[in-house]
Protein backbone atom coordinates (compact mmCIF):
# COMPACT_ATOMS: atom_id res chain seq x y z
CA UNK A 1 0.00 0.00 0.00
CA UNK A 2 0.68 3.49 -0.59
CA UNK A 3 2.01 6.08 2.27
CA UNK A 4 -0.57 8.99 1.40
CA UNK A 5 1.50 12.23 2.60
CA UNK A 6 -0.32 15.00 0.88
CA UNK A 7 -1.55 16.86 3.55
CA UNK A 8 -0.20 14.89 6.41
CA UNK A 9 0.63 18.01 8.53
CA UNK A 10 -2.57 19.58 9.48
CA UNK A 11 -1.57 23.59 10.14
CA UNK A 12 -2.66 23.52 13.58
CA UNK A 13 0.08 21.43 14.41
CA UNK A 14 3.03 23.24 14.04
CA UNK A 15 3.95 27.55 14.66
CA UNK A 16 6.38 29.07 12.50
CA UNK A 17 8.80 30.02 13.47
CA UNK A 18 12.91 29.35 13.44
CA UNK A 19 13.91 29.25 17.27
CA UNK A 20 16.18 26.08 18.18
CA UNK A 21 16.79 24.87 14.73
CA UNK A 22 20.20 24.29 13.54
CA UNK A 23 21.90 26.38 11.22
CA UNK A 24 21.69 24.64 7.94
CA UNK A 25 17.69 26.15 7.96
CA UNK A 26 18.83 29.23 10.16
CA UNK A 27 18.68 31.69 7.42
CA UNK A 28 15.26 31.09 5.99
CA UNK A 29 11.60 30.50 7.36
CA UNK A 30 11.00 26.85 7.34
CA UNK A 31 7.22 26.15 7.48
CA UNK A 32 5.90 23.59 10.19
CA UNK A 33 8.67 22.18 11.54
CA UNK A 34 9.98 23.92 14.46
CA UNK A 35 9.89 20.98 17.62
CA UNK A 36 10.59 24.35 19.44
CA UNK A 37 6.96 25.46 18.89
CA UNK A 38 5.01 22.65 18.23
CA UNK A 39 2.00 22.80 19.65
CA UNK A 40 0.65 19.20 19.22
CA UNK A 41 2.50 16.40 18.26
CA UNK A 42 1.41 14.02 15.49
CA UNK A 43 4.03 10.64 15.37
CA UNK A 44 2.50 9.27 12.18
CA UNK A 45 1.86 12.93 10.66
CA UNK A 46 6.06 13.58 11.43
CA UNK A 47 6.93 9.73 10.09
CA UNK A 48 5.25 10.38 6.84
CA UNK A 49 6.98 13.85 6.37
CA UNK A 50 10.12 12.17 6.58
CA UNK A 51 9.79 10.36 3.65
CA UNK A 52 7.42 13.12 2.17
CA UNK A 53 10.23 15.28 2.41
CA UNK A 54 11.60 13.32 -1.06
CA UNK A 55 8.74 14.36 -2.78
CA UNK A 56 6.48 17.30 -1.65
CA UNK A 57 7.92 20.40 -0.75
CA UNK A 58 5.03 22.19 0.58
CA UNK A 59 1.44 21.32 3.11
CA UNK A 60 -0.61 22.12 0.38
CA UNK A 61 1.00 21.01 -3.09
CA UNK A 62 1.71 21.42 -6.08
CA UNK A 63 2.34 24.56 -4.37
CA UNK A 64 1.89 27.01 -1.78
CA UNK A 65 2.44 26.92 1.80
CA UNK A 66 6.07 25.83 1.08
CA UNK A 67 8.65 24.03 3.95
CA UNK A 68 11.30 26.65 2.53
CA UNK A 69 11.23 30.22 2.42
CA UNK A 70 13.27 32.59 0.05
CA UNK A 71 13.64 29.71 -2.38
CA UNK A 72 11.42 28.77 -5.37
CA UNK A 73 9.48 25.66 -4.06
CA UNK A 74 9.77 23.71 -7.11
CA UNK A 75 13.42 24.20 -7.09
CA UNK A 76 13.48 23.15 -3.53
CA UNK A 77 12.26 19.35 -4.38
CA UNK A 78 15.10 16.98 -3.81
CA UNK A 79 14.81 14.75 -6.30
CA UNK A 80 14.39 17.11 -9.32
CA UNK A 81 18.10 18.73 -7.54
CA UNK A 82 19.68 15.47 -7.35
CA UNK A 83 19.09 14.80 -10.88
CA UNK A 84 20.78 18.39 -11.70
CA UNK A 85 23.26 18.04 -9.92
CA UNK A 86 24.24 14.48 -10.96
CA UNK A 87 23.18 14.71 -14.70
CA UNK A 88 23.97 18.11 -16.48
CA UNK A 89 27.12 18.39 -14.78
CA UNK A 90 27.86 15.05 -16.48
CA UNK A 91 28.30 13.44 -19.94
CA UNK A 92 24.76 12.24 -20.17
CA UNK A 93 22.10 15.82 -20.01
CA UNK A 94 22.68 18.77 -20.98
CA UNK A 95 19.72 21.25 -20.09
CA UNK A 96 18.43 24.41 -22.48
CA UNK A 97 17.06 26.72 -20.35
CA UNK A 98 18.94 30.19 -18.82
CA UNK A 99 17.80 29.92 -15.35
CA UNK A 100 19.67 30.81 -12.69
CA UNK A 101 22.40 27.75 -12.35
CA UNK A 102 21.33 25.37 -15.07
CA UNK A 103 24.37 27.30 -17.25
CA UNK A 104 26.84 26.76 -14.33
CA UNK A 105 25.93 23.26 -14.35
CA UNK A 106 25.91 22.56 -18.04
CA UNK A 107 29.99 23.91 -18.23
CA UNK A 108 30.83 23.25 -14.61
CA UNK A 109 31.33 26.24 -12.82
CA UNK A 110 29.34 26.46 -10.11
CA UNK A 111 30.32 27.72 -7.25
CA UNK A 112 29.13 28.54 -3.27
CA UNK A 113 26.16 31.07 -4.33
CA UNK A 114 24.42 28.64 -6.76
CA UNK A 115 20.90 28.66 -5.92
CA UNK A 116 20.24 25.11 -7.52
CA UNK A 117 22.80 23.42 -4.66
CA UNK A 118 21.50 25.93 -1.95
CA UNK A 119 18.20 24.86 -2.66
CA UNK A 120 19.09 20.80 -2.04
CA UNK A 121 21.36 21.09 0.64
CA UNK A 122 18.17 22.81 2.57
CA UNK A 123 15.87 20.29 1.55
CA UNK A 124 18.23 17.50 2.66
CA UNK A 125 19.20 19.23 6.14
CA UNK A 126 15.11 19.88 6.62
CA UNK A 127 14.88 15.56 5.97
CA UNK A 128 17.48 15.81 9.17
CA UNK A 129 15.80 18.00 10.96
CA UNK A 130 12.52 16.47 10.78
CA UNK A 131 13.88 12.94 11.09
CA UNK A 132 15.90 14.40 14.45
CA UNK A 133 12.41 15.85 15.83
CA UNK A 134 10.53 12.43 15.59
CA UNK A 135 13.79 10.28 17.43
CA UNK A 136 13.51 13.42 19.93
CA UNK A 137 9.51 12.62 20.20
CA UNK A 138 9.06 8.89 19.29
CA UNK A 139 10.28 7.05 22.26
CA UNK A 140 7.68 4.83 23.20
CA UNK A 141 8.72 0.91 23.35
CA UNK A 142 5.81 -0.12 21.46
CA UNK A 143 6.54 -2.27 18.33
CA UNK A 144 5.22 0.11 15.84
CA UNK A 145 7.37 3.21 17.27
CA UNK A 146 10.33 0.49 17.34
CA UNK A 147 9.97 0.01 13.41
CA UNK A 148 9.01 3.60 12.80
CA UNK A 149 12.35 4.93 14.42
CA UNK A 150 14.74 2.46 12.47
CA UNK A 151 12.63 3.86 9.98
CA UNK A 152 13.44 7.09 10.47
CA UNK A 153 17.34 6.45 11.56
CA UNK A 154 17.70 4.94 8.08
CA UNK A 155 16.06 7.92 6.02
CA UNK A 156 18.25 10.07 8.26
CA UNK A 157 21.04 8.38 6.95
CA UNK A 158 19.91 8.48 3.60
CA UNK A 159 19.80 11.95 3.88
CA UNK A 160 23.18 12.28 5.12
CA UNK A 161 24.48 10.20 2.48
CA UNK A 162 23.84 12.91 -0.49
CA UNK A 163 25.07 15.79 2.09
CA UNK A 164 28.20 13.26 2.13
CA UNK A 165 28.41 12.68 -1.69
CA UNK A 166 27.35 15.80 -3.09
CA UNK A 167 29.06 18.70 -0.22
CA UNK A 168 31.71 16.54 1.80
CA UNK A 169 31.58 17.69 4.90
CA UNK A 170 28.48 18.76 6.14
CA UNK A 171 27.18 20.17 9.25
CA UNK A 172 26.60 17.08 12.02
CA UNK A 173 23.52 17.51 14.20
CA UNK A 174 21.42 14.69 15.84
CA UNK A 175 19.62 16.56 18.64
CA UNK A 176 17.47 19.16 18.48
CA UNK A 177 18.89 22.10 20.95
CA UNK A 178 22.43 22.25 18.67
CA UNK A 179 21.39 25.71 16.65
CA UNK A 180 25.57 25.77 15.29
CA UNK A 181 26.47 22.20 14.91
CA UNK A 182 29.84 21.40 14.04
CA UNK A 183 31.07 20.17 10.86
CA UNK A 184 31.60 16.68 9.76
CA UNK A 185 34.13 16.03 7.74
CA UNK A 186 33.62 13.28 4.66
CA UNK A 187 35.62 10.40 6.68
CA UNK A 188 33.28 11.59 9.89
CA UNK A 189 29.99 11.33 7.85
CA UNK A 190 30.83 8.10 6.08
CA UNK A 191 31.37 7.13 9.38
CA UNK A 192 27.90 8.34 11.17
CA UNK A 193 26.28 6.93 8.13
CA UNK A 194 27.78 3.16 8.25
CA UNK A 195 27.07 2.90 12.08
CA UNK A 196 23.62 3.98 11.46
CA UNK A 197 22.78 1.72 9.05
CA UNK A 198 24.57 -1.19 11.03
CA UNK A 199 22.43 -0.33 13.89
CA UNK A 200 19.11 -0.75 12.34
CA UNK A 201 20.11 -3.61 10.50
CA UNK A 202 21.15 -4.91 14.08
CA UNK A 203 25.24 -5.53 13.27
CA UNK A 204 26.30 -3.12 15.91
CA UNK A 205 23.87 -2.18 17.97
CA UNK A 206 22.29 -3.30 21.58
CA UNK A 207 18.38 -1.93 20.76
CA UNK A 208 17.64 -5.53 18.84
CA UNK A 209 14.21 -3.93 19.02
CA UNK A 210 15.01 -1.53 16.84
CA UNK A 211 15.43 -4.11 13.57
CA UNK A 212 14.34 -3.00 10.63
CA UNK A 213 11.79 -5.68 9.29
CA UNK A 214 12.71 -8.92 7.48
CA UNK A 215 9.09 -9.48 6.35
CA UNK A 216 6.41 -8.85 5.50
CA UNK A 217 7.98 -5.91 3.46
CA UNK A 218 5.86 -2.71 3.19
CA UNK A 219 6.02 -0.87 -0.28
CA UNK A 220 7.25 2.55 -0.13
CA UNK A 221 8.97 1.68 3.51
CA UNK A 222 12.64 1.31 4.43
CA UNK A 223 13.63 -2.30 4.84
CA UNK A 224 16.86 -4.30 5.29
CA UNK A 225 17.40 -4.75 1.44
CA UNK A 226 17.45 -1.13 1.69
CA UNK A 227 19.70 -0.31 4.15
CA UNK A 228 22.08 -3.33 2.77
CA UNK A 229 21.59 -1.36 -0.31
CA UNK A 230 23.06 1.57 0.63
CA UNK A 231 25.63 0.27 2.43
CA UNK A 232 26.80 -1.57 -0.71
CA UNK A 233 26.62 2.11 -2.40
CA UNK A 234 28.82 3.62 0.34
CA UNK A 235 31.11 1.13 -0.01
CA UNK A 236 31.88 0.81 -3.45
CA UNK A 237 32.52 4.57 -3.57
CA UNK A 238 34.79 4.45 -0.26
CA UNK A 239 37.88 5.14 -1.71
CA UNK A 240 36.42 8.61 -2.88
CA UNK A 241 34.64 9.31 0.28
CA UNK A 242 37.10 8.20 2.88
CA UNK A 243 40.80 7.59 0.86
CA UNK A 244 39.91 3.58 1.46
CA UNK A 245 39.12 0.96 -0.68
CA UNK A 246 35.85 -1.38 0.17
CA UNK A 247 35.29 -3.45 -2.77
CA UNK A 248 35.46 -7.06 -0.50
CA UNK A 249 32.42 -5.11 1.46
CA UNK A 250 30.61 -3.65 -1.36
CA UNK A 251 30.76 -7.18 -2.77
CA UNK A 252 29.37 -8.67 0.38
CA UNK A 253 26.39 -5.70 1.02
CA UNK A 254 25.46 -6.43 -3.06
CA UNK A 255 25.21 -9.94 -2.65
CA UNK A 256 22.80 -9.64 0.87
CA UNK A 257 20.51 -7.62 -1.64
CA UNK A 258 20.35 -10.20 -4.64
CA UNK A 259 19.82 -12.95 -1.86
CA UNK A 260 16.70 -11.41 0.05
CA UNK A 261 13.95 -12.92 -0.97
CA UNK A 262 11.48 -9.75 -0.74
CA UNK A 263 12.70 -8.09 -4.40
CA UNK A 264 14.16 -9.14 -7.13
CA UNK A 265 15.13 -8.48 -10.77
CA UNK A 266 12.08 -8.03 -13.00
CA UNK A 267 12.76 -9.81 -16.22
CA UNK A 268 9.38 -10.15 -18.04
CA UNK A 269 7.43 -7.25 -19.80
CA UNK A 270 3.38 -6.97 -20.29
CA UNK A 271 0.84 -5.28 -22.41
CA UNK A 272 3.52 -4.18 -25.05
CA UNK A 273 6.05 -2.94 -22.80
CA UNK A 274 9.36 -4.25 -21.86
CA UNK A 275 10.29 -5.02 -18.20
CA UNK A 276 12.84 -2.48 -18.36
CA UNK A 277 10.00 0.16 -18.91
CA UNK A 278 7.79 -1.28 -16.37
CA UNK A 279 10.43 0.38 -13.86
CA UNK A 280 9.71 4.02 -14.63
CA UNK A 281 5.36 4.00 -15.40
CA UNK A 282 2.96 5.12 -13.47
CA UNK A 283 1.62 1.72 -11.76
CA UNK A 284 5.33 0.82 -11.01
CA UNK A 285 3.93 -0.11 -7.38
CA UNK A 286 1.63 -2.56 -9.03
CA UNK A 287 3.07 -3.74 -12.03
CA UNK A 288 5.85 -6.00 -11.38
CA UNK A 289 8.46 -3.22 -10.48
CA UNK A 290 7.53 -2.80 -7.40
CA UNK A 291 9.66 -6.41 -6.26
CA UNK A 292 12.63 -4.64 -8.23
CA UNK A 293 12.17 -0.66 -6.68
CA UNK A 294 13.49 -1.40 -3.19
CA UNK A 295 12.99 2.07 -1.85
CA UNK A 296 10.61 4.69 -3.89
CA UNK A 297 9.84 7.74 -3.74
CA UNK A 298 5.95 7.94 -4.31
CA UNK A 299 4.11 9.79 -6.49
CA UNK A 300 0.20 10.17 -6.69
CA UNK A 301 -1.38 12.52 -9.41
CA UNK A 302 -3.64 13.55 -6.72
CA UNK A 303 -2.33 13.14 -3.47
CA UNK A 304 1.23 14.05 -4.37
CA UNK A 305 1.39 17.12 -6.72
CA UNK A 306 3.82 19.05 -7.28
CA UNK A 307 6.10 19.98 -10.35
CA UNK A 308 9.10 18.63 -9.89
CA UNK A 309 10.02 14.62 -9.29
CA UNK A 310 9.08 12.73 -11.51
CA UNK A 311 6.75 15.22 -13.81
CA UNK A 312 9.99 17.37 -13.53
CA UNK A 313 11.79 14.23 -15.73
CA UNK A 314 8.92 13.46 -18.22
CA UNK A 315 7.85 17.20 -18.88
CA UNK A 316 11.47 18.03 -19.19
CA UNK A 317 12.57 15.75 -21.62
CA UNK A 318 9.77 15.95 -23.92
CA UNK A 319 8.52 18.76 -25.98
CA UNK A 320 4.36 19.05 -27.51
CA UNK A 321 5.53 17.61 -30.77
CA UNK A 322 7.19 14.80 -29.32
CA UNK A 323 4.08 13.98 -27.53
CA UNK A 324 2.02 13.85 -30.34
CA UNK A 325 4.46 10.73 -31.80
CA UNK A 326 4.83 9.09 -28.40
CA UNK A 327 2.62 10.67 -25.62
CA UNK A 328 4.14 10.33 -21.64
CA UNK A 329 0.66 10.39 -20.26
CA UNK A 330 1.00 14.23 -18.87
CA UNK A 331 0.07 17.22 -20.47
CA UNK A 332 2.99 18.94 -19.73
CA UNK A 333 5.81 19.45 -22.11
CA UNK A 334 8.84 21.99 -21.07
CA UNK A 335 11.06 20.73 -23.81
CA UNK A 336 14.77 21.39 -21.86
CA UNK A 337 16.52 18.61 -20.70
CA UNK A 338 18.50 16.59 -24.14
CA UNK A 339 21.18 14.41 -23.91
CA UNK A 340 24.83 14.58 -25.13
CA UNK A 341 26.34 13.05 -27.84
CA UNK A 342 28.15 10.34 -25.16
CA UNK A 343 25.04 9.34 -23.74
CA UNK A 344 23.69 7.96 -27.29
CA UNK A 345 27.15 6.47 -28.23
CA UNK A 346 27.05 4.24 -25.19
CA UNK A 347 24.04 2.33 -27.24
CA UNK A 348 25.30 3.77 -31.14
CA UNK A 349 29.09 4.35 -30.72
CA UNK A 350 29.11 5.12 -34.52
CA UNK A 351 26.18 7.49 -34.18
CA UNK A 352 24.48 5.26 -36.16
CA UNK A 353 20.74 5.38 -34.35
CA UNK A 354 17.40 5.10 -36.64
CA UNK A 355 15.39 7.67 -36.71
CA UNK A 356 12.23 7.35 -34.79
CA UNK A 357 9.94 7.27 -31.46
CA UNK A 358 12.35 5.68 -28.22
CA UNK A 359 10.30 1.93 -28.36
CA UNK A 360 11.64 2.00 -32.06
CA UNK A 361 14.89 2.91 -31.39
CA UNK A 362 15.39 1.07 -28.73
CA UNK A 363 14.06 -1.96 -30.38
CA UNK A 364 17.10 -1.08 -33.24
CA UNK A 365 19.49 -0.68 -31.05
CA UNK A 366 19.15 -4.45 -29.62
CA UNK A 367 18.72 -2.78 -25.95
CA UNK A 368 15.41 -1.99 -23.96
CA UNK A 369 17.41 0.28 -22.36
CA UNK A 370 18.20 2.86 -25.75
CA UNK A 371 14.63 4.84 -25.00
CA UNK A 372 15.91 7.81 -27.52
CA UNK A 373 13.95 10.45 -29.56
CA UNK A 374 15.97 10.75 -32.53
CA UNK A 375 13.34 12.02 -35.29
CA UNK A 376 14.52 14.73 -37.15
CA UNK A 377 17.39 15.12 -34.46
CA UNK A 378 21.08 15.05 -34.61
CA UNK A 379 22.92 13.54 -32.08
CA UNK A 380 25.28 15.99 -31.26
CA UNK A 381 24.30 19.12 -29.47
CA UNK A 382 25.28 21.73 -31.99
CA UNK A 383 23.37 24.92 -30.68
CA UNK A 384 22.69 24.56 -26.38
CA UNK A 385 20.04 26.39 -26.73
CA UNK A 386 17.58 24.23 -28.88
CA UNK A 387 15.58 21.68 -27.42
CA UNK A 388 15.99 19.73 -30.71
CA UNK A 389 19.74 19.80 -30.85
CA UNK A 390 20.67 16.51 -30.07
CA UNK A 391 18.29 13.37 -28.96
CA UNK A 392 15.71 13.31 -26.35
CA UNK A 393 16.01 10.29 -23.91
CA UNK A 394 12.15 9.70 -22.66
CA UNK A 395 12.55 6.84 -19.93
CA UNK A 396 9.47 7.76 -17.48
CA UNK A 397 5.91 7.75 -18.54
CA UNK A 398 3.02 8.52 -16.81
CA UNK A 399 1.13 5.05 -18.08
CA UNK A 400 -0.04 2.33 -16.58
CA UNK A 401 0.90 -0.84 -17.94
CA UNK A 402 -2.29 -2.75 -17.92
CA UNK A 403 -4.12 0.53 -19.62
CA UNK A 404 -6.09 1.53 -16.73
CA UNK A 405 -6.91 5.59 -16.10
CA UNK A 406 -4.07 7.31 -14.40
CA UNK A 407 -4.85 9.42 -11.71
CA UNK A 408 -4.29 12.81 -13.50
CA UNK A 409 -3.23 13.66 -16.65
CA UNK A 410 -1.18 16.42 -15.33
CA UNK A 411 0.42 15.41 -12.34
CA UNK A 412 1.66 12.21 -12.54
CA UNK A 413 1.24 8.47 -10.60
CA UNK A 414 5.02 7.48 -11.39
CA UNK A 415 7.49 6.63 -8.20
CA UNK A 416 10.92 7.85 -8.23
CA UNK A 417 12.93 4.43 -7.81
CA UNK A 418 15.80 6.05 -5.12
CA UNK A 419 17.07 2.15 -4.87
CA UNK A 420 16.07 -0.58 -6.98
CA UNK A 421 17.97 -4.06 -7.17
CA UNK A 422 19.88 -3.80 -10.03
CA UNK A 423 22.16 -1.50 -8.51
CA UNK A 424 23.14 -4.11 -5.94
CA UNK A 425 23.84 -6.60 -9.67
CA UNK A 426 26.03 -3.59 -10.84
CA UNK A 427 27.98 -2.82 -7.33
CA UNK A 428 28.33 -6.91 -7.16
CA UNK A 429 30.05 -6.85 -10.91
CA UNK A 430 31.89 -3.73 -10.38
CA UNK A 431 33.47 -4.69 -6.71
CA UNK A 432 34.46 -8.48 -8.70
CA UNK A 433 36.29 -6.75 -11.31
CA UNK A 434 38.37 -4.14 -8.75
CA UNK A 435 39.22 -6.77 -6.23
CA UNK A 436 40.26 -9.56 -9.44
CA UNK A 437 42.87 -6.74 -11.36
CA UNK A 438 40.25 -4.87 -13.17
CA UNK A 439 38.41 -7.47 -15.26
CA UNK A 440 34.99 -9.49 -13.94
CA UNK A 441 35.46 -12.96 -13.19
CA UNK A 442 32.37 -15.78 -14.25
CA UNK A 443 30.63 -14.56 -11.10
CA UNK A 444 30.89 -10.97 -11.71
CA UNK A 445 30.01 -11.34 -15.47
CA UNK A 446 26.94 -13.15 -14.76
CA UNK A 447 25.30 -10.39 -12.52
CA UNK A 448 26.88 -8.07 -15.53
CA UNK A 449 24.91 -10.04 -18.38
CA UNK A 450 21.23 -10.65 -15.84
CA UNK A 451 20.96 -6.99 -16.47
CA UNK A 452 21.95 -7.13 -20.33
CA UNK A 453 19.47 -10.08 -20.52
CA UNK A 454 16.96 -8.11 -19.00
CA UNK A 455 17.15 -5.91 -21.36
CA UNK A 456 17.52 -8.27 -24.52
CA UNK A 457 20.83 -6.93 -24.84
CA UNK A 458 23.77 -8.83 -26.38
CA UNK A 459 25.73 -10.80 -23.30
CA UNK A 460 29.30 -9.84 -22.64
CA UNK A 461 32.12 -12.04 -22.72
CA UNK A 462 34.09 -10.34 -20.75
CA UNK A 463 34.08 -6.97 -19.16
CA UNK A 464 36.83 -4.81 -17.80
CA UNK A 465 36.13 -0.99 -16.13
CA UNK A 466 35.71 1.05 -19.15
CA UNK A 467 32.83 -1.64 -19.89
CA UNK A 468 31.51 -1.25 -16.64
CA UNK A 469 31.09 2.69 -16.06
CA UNK A 470 29.42 2.38 -20.09
CA UNK A 471 26.99 -0.41 -18.11
CA UNK A 472 26.19 2.37 -15.41
CA UNK A 473 24.96 5.13 -17.74
CA UNK A 474 23.01 2.51 -19.71
CA UNK A 475 21.51 0.76 -16.81
CA UNK A 476 20.93 3.91 -14.82
CA UNK A 477 20.89 6.87 -17.51
CA UNK A 478 19.18 9.73 -16.53
CA UNK A 479 18.34 8.33 -12.93
CA UNK A 480 20.60 10.69 -11.00
CA UNK A 481 23.57 8.83 -10.36
CA UNK A 482 26.00 9.77 -12.93
CA UNK A 483 28.35 12.33 -11.71
CA UNK A 484 28.72 9.55 -8.55
CA UNK A 485 30.27 7.12 -11.18
CA UNK A 486 32.22 9.18 -13.06
CA UNK A 487 34.16 10.37 -9.89
CA UNK A 488 34.39 7.18 -9.11
CA UNK A 489 36.15 6.12 -12.43
CA UNK A 490 38.13 8.82 -12.30
CA UNK A 491 36.49 10.42 -15.66
CA UNK A 492 35.20 13.58 -13.81
CA UNK A 493 36.69 16.41 -11.93
CA UNK A 494 40.65 17.04 -12.27
CA UNK A 495 41.28 14.47 -15.24
CA UNK A 496 41.72 15.15 -18.92
CA UNK A 497 41.19 11.73 -20.42
CA UNK A 498 37.81 11.65 -20.71
CA UNK A 499 35.48 14.22 -22.26
CA UNK A 500 32.31 15.22 -23.24
CA UNK A 501 30.36 17.75 -25.35
CA UNK A 502 30.26 20.89 -23.66
CA UNK A 503 32.23 19.15 -20.25
CA UNK A 504 34.01 22.94 -19.10
CA UNK A 505 31.47 25.05 -21.24
CA UNK A 506 34.26 23.86 -24.88
CA UNK A 507 32.29 22.45 -27.45
CA UNK A 508 34.45 19.40 -27.88
CA UNK A 509 34.81 19.35 -23.71
CA UNK A 510 37.36 20.66 -21.50
CA UNK A 511 39.03 19.19 -18.47
CA UNK A 512 37.91 21.18 -15.05
CA UNK A 513 39.11 20.88 -11.38
CA UNK A 514 38.81 18.07 -9.07
CA UNK A 515 37.67 20.34 -6.45
CA UNK A 516 34.31 20.25 -8.67
CA UNK A 517 34.06 16.54 -7.68
CA UNK A 518 31.95 18.03 -4.73
CA UNK A 519 29.92 21.31 -4.29
CA UNK A 520 30.58 24.31 -2.19
CA UNK A 521 28.91 24.73 1.12
CA UNK A 522 26.57 27.31 0.39
CA UNK A 523 27.70 30.90 1.36
CA UNK A 524 24.59 31.22 3.16
CA UNK A 525 25.09 28.57 6.07
CA UNK A 526 28.78 29.44 6.46
CA UNK A 527 27.50 33.34 7.65
CA UNK A 528 25.04 31.33 9.94
CA UNK A 529 27.46 28.85 11.42
CA UNK A 530 30.94 30.04 12.44
CA UNK A 531 31.49 26.32 12.96
CA UNK A 532 31.89 25.51 8.78
CA UNK A 533 34.54 26.18 6.60
CA UNK A 534 34.38 25.78 2.82
CA UNK A 535 35.33 22.93 0.86
CA UNK A 536 38.38 23.50 -0.51
CA UNK A 537 39.06 26.02 -3.74
CA UNK A 538 35.84 27.47 -3.61
Known amino acids: ?277 LLFMGDNDTNGAQKEIILPAIHDGVTTQTWSGCLFIMASTSNGDMLKDYPTGTTENWGGNHCRQQFAQQFFPNNDAVEGIPTAVAKAANDDRALFYTKGRKPAIEDESSFTSGYSYVKFLNKHSDGSQVHHTQFVDTDFPMLRMAEAYLIYAEADARINGGSCTTDGLAKLNALRTRANAKSFTSADLDVLCSEWSREFGFEGMRRTTLVRFNKYGGQSSYKWQWEGGAENGQSFDAHYNIFAIPASDLNANSNLKQNTCY
Open 1 to 277: MKIRIKNILPATVFVLSLTGLSSCTSDLDVDNINPQQVATYNQNAIFNKVYANMVLTGQTGPDGNKDIQDIDEGTSNMIRQIWNANELTTDEAECTWGDAGIPEFNHNTWGDSHPMMQALYYRLMFGVTISNYFLSQATGTDATTRTERAEVRFMRALYYYYMMDLYGNPPMVTTMDNPQPKQATRLETFNFVESELKAVLGENSSDNADLLADAPVSYGRASKAAANLLLARMYINAKVYTGTERWNDAKTYAQKVISDSNFSLLTTGSNGYSAYQ
